[in-house]
């Protein structure tokens, strides 16, 4: 599994040598300090009282000093016998002293009229210790360029095999990546993802058949999609079935090193594929660079910019026979500098999407294809009570389970092994909602009330998907695609989109018998758009063609100014009676839709508890017997 990792976490290339190097260092500074400490410990340093020298000089007067060394103007001396020196301490024969610092002419004849054995020693080089003490700042400083320097060098993925990453940094461009192991089996679900990726293998395992007939070689690629999907997997997994060097870098880590570094690494990484052609160039978390530029305040932002301009240059300038494909990861697609986006750069997208109950079962079955399953494990109704589970998620779990059936000292891993896996990460997120089956029932009722009353209505935008997989905050989804962009918005369809957004609602209400407040955000919409088409579009007839807007839009703060209002007490109470005029009205035809179609939502509703997501023609194949031109009828 751990070829799954993420780049940089890598065991394969983190034991390098010089980072243990830098540990045995570590631990051999550590061992000599405490050495010293133990030495001096054990050989305490004798008393010695220190003495004005005056009083050194009368005790040399009176006999009482038997030697006396002298170095620089440092005296140190034994007497004959101890002594108390300082008052409060104990008898001792050694003491110290300093010489004036103009020098004493009279003490050397004054030592040899007592007979003193006089030492001279040259000015002291310093102790071991002190030499030590006054190295630590050196050697601190030094340690912080080496691991700033080792950082820096860290920013190419694990993938450049297992030199060390130092050797590695130097030498990146000149060596060989590796390739991924990973395979497309080991990516389950993402059919749409993976079958996109294919086509690039043939791409990369003959280039030159590619160019022959003048084909434009496919560049960039953007991989988006929410946490664990498989991102990463599948680039490297592209990677290994192409049999093609795999370099990677992250955009995170390019937040904290020094100014210029980022731009550097790029540019190393791109010349090492060009080198290793035909081969993958990796940037995970694009976001994390390529954020839209000119949008922070102040400085700091430099280096990312600088990042960013630099890939921007390298993709500009590949030429037609230069082989490296450019794949990015990124789960904010939405806030990416539109330049990353132009043709030539990531112009191709590629979307992975949470795993559905069946994707999910199938990702479970990857990760416990080395473990010992006791025959009670049902991954089928495992991977069905986790709504909202990433692939990584799933991952986790599969793992959870191996480790809490391996400290039971358990051969094989067991269903209670799996549920106390759930729990556990269930615990630790409230992202992942654990969903009753009421709950359930219940969403999979008020999205197929969105998904029916949107394919029946005629104004409304065509249907994409609907899904009970819980995203976000969101805990279902009907997603419609308008058929062309529009500019201005009819009367009539804008009508049919408030429907469809209270139809959540309605249907709801018609088939369990009351509502919730999972309609919480729909009737906020419905209900903005409502005003919208009162109070700004003169949509209603009793209010007539008079802007009474109550906030002025501010398109490039990006929220609303309040502006006072210049508008009567009466008119407010005009709009707002005409706003809810207008819902009211929309939900009752969303109700008629519904209620006339039981049996269309009962196959809807059942398909999706069963699927969790439908796609286009699978609702249509629930809708089957109900076309259009007749739901205009009851409507
Ligand atoms: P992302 O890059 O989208 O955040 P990763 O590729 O890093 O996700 O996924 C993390 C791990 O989760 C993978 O290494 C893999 O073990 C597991 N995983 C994610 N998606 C899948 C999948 N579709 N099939 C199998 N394993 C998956
Ligand atoms: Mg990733
Ligand atoms: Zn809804």
């Known amino acids: ?61 009176e006999d009482t000093v038997k030697d006396v060394s002298l170095q620089g103007e440092s005296v140190r001396g034994t007497l004959k016998a101890p002594m108390v020196l300082a008052s409060g301490q104990p008898a ?15 003490l050397l004849p004054l030592l040899a009229a007592h007979r003193v054995t006089v030492t001279a020693k040259p000015v002291a080089k310093g102790s071991f210790t002190d030499i030590l003490i006054a190295a630590i700042p050196w050697l601190l400083l030094a340690g912080f360029f080496y691991w700033s ?16 990453r ?45 160019a022959r007939v003048g084909a434009s070689a496919p560049r960039g690629v953007l991989l988006m999609g929410p946490p664990g999907t498989g991102k990463t997997l599948l680039a490297r997994a592209l990677a290994g079935e192409a049999g093609v060097p ?34 993958i160039v990796f ?45 990015a990861a990124t789960n904010r697609p939405d806030i990416l500098d539109p330049a990353l986006l132009r043709p030539g750069r990531f112009d191709r997208h590629v979307v992975l999407d949470l795993p ?4 999910r079962e199938a990702i479970l079955r990857v990760h416990v294809r080395k473990l010992p399953l006791a025959t009670d494990v049902d991954l089928a109704a495992l991977a069905a009570g986790m709504p909202g589970f990433s692939g990584a998620d799933l991952r986790n779990l599969a793992n959870e389970a191996a480790i809490l059936a391996a400290r039971a000292d358990r051969g094989v891993v067991t269903r209670l092994d799996f549920e106390e896996a759930r729990d556990k990460l269930l615990m630790g997120s409230v992202r992942r909602l654990a969903i009753q089956p009421d709950e359930r029932h219940r969403l999979a009722v008020h999205e197929s009330g969105h998904a029916l009353v949107a394919s029946c209505l005629p104004g409304a935008d065509p249907l994409h998907k609907v899904t009970i997989i819980p995203r976000g905050r969101a805990l279902g989804e009907t997603r419609q695609l308008p058929e062309n962009e529009r500019y201005t918005l009819p009367e009539d369809y804008l009508k049919d989109r408030l429907a469809v957004m209270l139809a959540g609602r309605a249907a709801e209400r018609q088939l369990l018998g009351n509502v919730s407040s999972g309609a919480d955000e729909d009737i906020r919409n419905a209900t903005r758009l409502a005003r919208a088409m009162v109070a700004r579009w003169g949509m209603s007839g009793e209010v007539g063609p008079m802007d009474l807007r109550d906030s002025e839009e501010a398109p490039f703060l990006g929220r609303e100014i309040a502006q006072p209002r210049v508008y009567s ?50 609702i249509e194949a629930c809708l089957a017997g109900a076309p259009r031109s007749t739901v205009a009828a009851v409507v």
């Open 1 to 61: 599994m751990n070829r799954d990792d993420a780049p940089g976490t890598g065991p394969d290339g983190s034991a390098g040598m010089p980072r243990d190097l830098w540990r045995w260092m570590v631990a051999a500074g550590l061992l000599g300090f405490l050495a010293i400490a133990w030495w001096q410990g054990m050989h305490p340093a004798p008393s010695v009282a220190a003495i004005p020298y005056s009083r050194f000089k009368s005790l040399v007067a």
């Open 92 to 106: 001792t024969t050694e003491f110290s002293s300093y010489l004036p610092g103009f020098g004493d002419d009279q």
């Open 149 to 164: 320097y080792r950082r820096t060098s860290q920013l190419v993925g694990g993938d450049l095999g297992g030199q060390g």
């Open 166 to 210: 130092l050797g590695e940094f130097l030498r990146s461009g000149t060596q060989r990546a590796a390739v991924p192991e990973a395979r497309f089996d080991d990516v389950a679900g993402q059919d749409n993802a993976k079958s996109e990726v294919a086509e690039l293998v043939q791409y990369l395992r003959d280039p030159a058949k590619f």
């Open 246 to 279: 795999f370099f990677s870098i992250s955009g995170s880590q390019f937040i904290e090193v020094f100014v210029g570094v980022g731009a550097s690494r790029v540019r190393n990484l791109f010349a090492a594929a060009r080198q290793n052609m035909p081969s």
């Open 283 to 327: 940037i995970d978390e694009l976001d994390s660079i390529g954020r839209t530029r000119g949008t922070g305040l102040g400085g700091g932002h430099d280096e990312r910019e600088q990042t960013l301009n630099q890939i921007l240059a390298e993709m500009d300038g590949f030429t037609p026979r230069e082989s490296v494909l450019v794949l």
């Open 356 to 359: 559905s109950r069946a994707d």
């Open 569 to 618: 007490e009466h008119s407010a109470e005009q709009v707002d009676r005409a706003v809810r005029a207008l819902l009211v009205e929309a939900e009752a035809r969303a109700t008629a839709v519904v209620t006339g179609h039981a049996q269309q939502m009962q196959a809807l509703v059942a398909a999706l508890e069963d699927k969790e997501t439908l796609d286009r023609p699978a």
